[in-house]
């Protein structure tokens, strides 16, 4: 129960000067009283609510690797049998001493990067969360594909993200997740769409043909607790915010800068959401295609949450690996325990009610 601080001292005692001070100092007592009753009427809350959700599992070792995929043109059949070919390769760790456990593919994989490509190159998928779903009868040829490899290479498959035509006949930018097993387990669709305009230099509208997803959405694998989120998501840093607070200790965001934000921001956003999370975080991009009419950054990137840079592409198409250390995880929060040190009496806890 919140105490409610009452509105005049005047109706408790009289308004006399000899008690002046003594009403003074009840004031505040009953100020203190408030602000404790409220904290800890918050921290209850959010205990019984991480209580109420599953446990995160035990955050073990894993390698990851990142496809910066190149070659992607306007044959979505060539784009499926590309990158199918390349989270091949990156499966069985080719160029690496081990192989990886989690495969990330690129932001809009399967199709030409554009608002205006988005509508032709949507497809159905019809996914929903909770419910069991049967890759052989889905509509899209890209789960199918991202099926079929995560289960014949028996690794987890984050596939990147597509454009995704929903029941609603609204077009999305959404990324799924397979199993080992090749179960499609979870989709993000982008929450925060890509309208910019920066004079002289890039105008974007994402939202002339997307629609902007509404749910906070990770993934729970052997080894991780994993958060996802698309491109410009990385800017908004309550969504960050919230998966950390529900448990992920990995973020992982495939996502496609370009010439122009991408030397100002792409580097420095991962890093700051790695450290005031203090998780892992990550961003897997298209490789730079100058003669596309999107021009991708690259520089697909790893982070640890204490904001060291554990692995980084170049501008073409390559697979980079990063083996991630749990307690790198455990040393940044027990060293510097922001995550104890919230002062949810003063501001409020942004992950409430979701």
Same mark, same amino acid.
């Given at each position: 129960?919140?105490?409610?601080?009452? !509105?005049?001292?005047?109706?408790?005692?009289?308004?006399?000067?000899?008690?002046?001070?003594?009403?003074?100092? =009840?004031?505040?007592? *009953? /100020?203190?009283?408030?602000?404790?009753?409220?904290?800890?009427?918050?921290?209850? /809350?959010?205990?019984?609510?991480?209580?109420?959700?599953?446990?995160?599992?035990?955050?073990?070792?894993?390698?990851?690797?990142?496809?910066?995929?190149?070659?992607?043109?306007? %044959?979505?059949?060539?784009?499926?049998?590309?990158?199918? &070919?390349?989270?091949?390769? #990156?499966?069985?760790?080719?160029?690496?001493?081990?192989?990886?456990? *989690?495969?990330? $593919?690129?932001?809009?994989?399967?199709?030409?990067?554009?608002?205006?490509?988005?509508?032709?190159? +949507?497809?159905? @998928?019809?996914?929903?969360?909770?419910?069991?779903?049967d890759v052989a009868k889905s509509e899209s040829e890209s789960v199918k594909m991202l099926s079929s490899v995560a289960k014949e290479k028996g690794i987890w498959l984050l596939g990147g993200s597509?454009?995704?035509?929903?029941? %609603?006949?609204?077009?999305?930018?959404?990324?799924?997740?397979?199993?080992?097993?090749?179960? $499609?387990?979870?989709?993000?669709?982008?929450?925060?769409?890509?309208?910019?305009?920066?004079?002289?230099?890039?105008?974007?509208?994402?939202?002339?043909?997307?629609?902007?997803?509404?749910?906070?959405?990770?993934?729970?694998?052997?080894? #991780?607790? @994993?958060?996802?989120?698309?491109? =410009?998501?990385?800017?908004?840093?309550?969504?960050?915010?919230?998966?950390?607070?529900?448990?992920?200790?990995?973020?992982?965001?495939?996502?496609?800068?370009?010439? /122009?934000?991408?030397? !100002?921001?792409?580097?420095?956003?991962?890093?700051?959401?790695?450290?005031?999370?203090?998780?892992?975080?990550?961003?897997?991009?298209?490789?730079?295609? *100058?003669? +596309?009419? =999107?021009?991708?950054?690259?520089?697909?990137?790893?982070?640890?949450?204490?904001?060291? @840079?554990?692995?980084?592409?170049? &501008?073409?198409?390559? @697979?980079?690996?990063? %083996?991630?250390?749990?307690?790198?995880? /455990?040393?940044?929060?027990?060293?510097?325990?922001?995550?104890?040190?919230?002062?949810?009496?003063?501001?409020?806890?942004?992950?409430?009610?979701?």
């Amino acid at each position: 129960m919140i105490i409610q601080p009452p !509105l005049s001292l005047g109706l408790i005692f009289p308004p006399s000067h000899a008690q002046f001070s003594y009403n003074r100092a =009840y004031c505040m007592l *009953l /100020t203190h009283a408030y602000r404790a009753s409220n904290f800890l009427s918050l921290r209850a /809350t959010q205990t019984r609510r991480f209580t109420m959700a599953t446990a995160e599992p035990t955050f073990k070792p894993f390698t990851l690797a990142l496809v910066q995929l190149g070659q992607v043109g306007g %044959d979505k059949a060539a784009n499926l049998r590309h990158a199918r &070919e390349m989270v091949i390769k #990156a499966a069985n760790g080719e160029g690496h001493s081990k192989k990886p456990q *989690l495969v990330v $593919l690129p932001e809009c994989f399967n199709s030409p990067y554009g608002h205006v490509h988005f509508p032709k190159y +949507a497809e159905v @998928i019809g996914y929903k969360p909770g419910e069991s779903f049967d890759v052989a009868k889905s509509e899209s040829e890209s789960v199918k594909m991202l099926s079929s490899v995560a289960k014949e290479k028996g690794i987890w498959l984050l596939g990147g993200s597509i454009p995704e035509k929903g029941t %609603d006949g609204k077009v999305y930018n959404t990324s799924t997740v397979y199993s080992p097993q090749g179960d $499609l387990v979870a989709i993000h669709r982008k929450v925060h769409l890509f309208d910019i305009d920066i004079p002289g230099k890039i105008t974007f509208k994402e939202s002339e043909t997307l629609t902007g997803g509404s749910s906070v959405n990770h993934f729970d694998t052997d080894f #991780a607790r @994993i958060g996802l989120g698309i491109c =410009y998501d990385v800017r908004f840093p309550e969504l960050a915010m919230t998966n950390a607070r529900q448990g992920c200790q990995v973020l992982i965001y495939p996502g496609a800068f370009n010439l /122009t934000t991408g030397p !100002l921001h792409w580097e420095l956003l991962q890093r700051a959401r790695a450290v005031d999370q203090q998780v892992f975080f990550s961003m897997c991009s298209p490789a730079r295609d *100058l003669s +596309a009419g =999107y021009h991708a950054w690259g520089h697909s990137m790893v982070v640890d949450p204490m904001g060291k @840079i554990l692995a980084e592409a170049k &501008e073409g198409e390559e @697979i980079i690996y990063a %083996d991630i250390d749990p307690q790198v995880f /455990t040393d940044a929060r027990s060293g510097i325990p922001v995550t104890r040190q919230r002062r949810f009496d003063v501001y409020p806890d942004v992950s409430t009610g979701l």
